[in-house]
């Protein structure tokens, strides 16, 4: 039930904050199943997100697994890119 497959900390979100989210999105927010559900993060608290009512959603199993993979490749081509660019300033450096 608690969105923690790739949560670096892996505090668990206090179990009414979960039961006032599910009760408000019913079920899954993208397939509107009502088996299997998980509260998911929308900012990821890697990224400082908080567990409020406007940061989680509800989502299933396989959405939320879906949704939490597209997310950590964003993150990847982030850190990636930044070091891309990071690596042209150093040749740029090395050339003048
Ligand atoms: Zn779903
Ligand atoms: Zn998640």
């Given at each position: 039930m608690i969105c923690q497959l790739f949560n670096p900390d892996l505090i668990p979100i206090d179990k009414e904050l979960i039961k006032a989210v599910i009760k408000r999105?019913?079920?899954?927010?993208?397939?509107?199943?009502?088996?299997?559900l998980h509260v998911h993060h929308i900012l990821p608290r890697s990224s400082?997100?908080?567990?409020t009512m406007e940061n989680l959603i509800c989502l299933c199993a396989s959405c939320h697994r879906r949704q939490d993979l597209k997310f950590d490749r964003l993150r990847y081509l982030t850190i990636f890119e930044k070091r891309q660019i990071e690596e042209n300033i150093r040749n740029a450096r090395g050339l003048q």
């Open positions: 999105d019913v079920g899954c927010r993208k397939c509107f199943t009502k088996e299997n400082s997100g908080k567990d």
